[in-house]
């Protein structure tokens, strides 16, 4: 993974509160977003919740939206807040990656930054009403940001090796990791019915995410005796099975 990032955090600019949203525009090219951080402060003792979110510059929709948690936790000293998105989404057009806090009263807010400088020569630094209206301030002051990528994605992928320990009832699925995957992958393990290529739509065991390429097993049960089973490893991420 990689970063984009404007870390000069400059000194103390204003406050997110009530659905105000602040943060940067500017335009992301081909890349799998994963993760994205703001540098954040609590004046006082704000209530509501903080949530980071992308949204596009053409129609103002929701890309990517992930919440942080409660204002209340942000520290009265200022520091680099993240989230990890649920799911990472490909992103190749101009965006706002903002922050937002769903509450506040005076003195008791959530407080941003910006840049003494113009670090971003490219970029504007954003902010957006309750109302949705924006304000993209080109004075030479950016917002700081830190956003993790991918550039490609690559799928995961498995193989299938022979079912061993058959009981009347019973197996051991073998299959091997061959490779975790760009974004990594989520879910492995096998998949098996009285059909040819079962998917996961079929009985499946659920192994977690894989730490690693390798072999693993699967433990199969409520085999009917005398019956003809088909068995698959699958490997699952973001991207598909």
Known sequence: MATEEQTNTGSLFSSISGGTSYGQR??????????????????????????????????????????????????????????????PTSINEEVRILATASAGSAGNLIQVYR???????????????????????????????????YVSAASPSVTTQAVSA??????????NVTNLGIPPATQHGHVW???????TS???TTNGVPAATGAYTSSITGLIQNTLYYVRSYITSSIGT
């Open 26 to 87: 500017l335009t992301i090219s081909n890349r799998i977003i994963t993760k994205v951080s703001f540098y954040l402060i609590k004046t006082g003792s704000p209530t509501g919740t903080v949530t980071f979110l992308i949204r596009k510059v053409s129609d103002d929709s929701v890309i990517m939206t992930k919440l942080w948690g409660n204002a209340a936790d942000i520290s009265a000293t200022a520091a680099w807040y993240e989230v990890t998105f649920d799911t």
């Open 202 to 204: 079929d009985y499946k």
């Open 166 to 175: 058959i009981t009347a009832t019973t197996a051991t699925g073998n299959g």
């Open 193 to 199: 019915a009285t059909h040819t290529n079962p998917t």
């Open 115 to 149: 840049t003494d400088t113009d670090v971003k020569a490219s970029e504007l630094r954003s902010s957006r009403s309750v109302g949705g209206v924006y304000t993209d301030d080109a004075d030479g002051k950016d917002a700081p940001y830190i956003y993790t990528y």
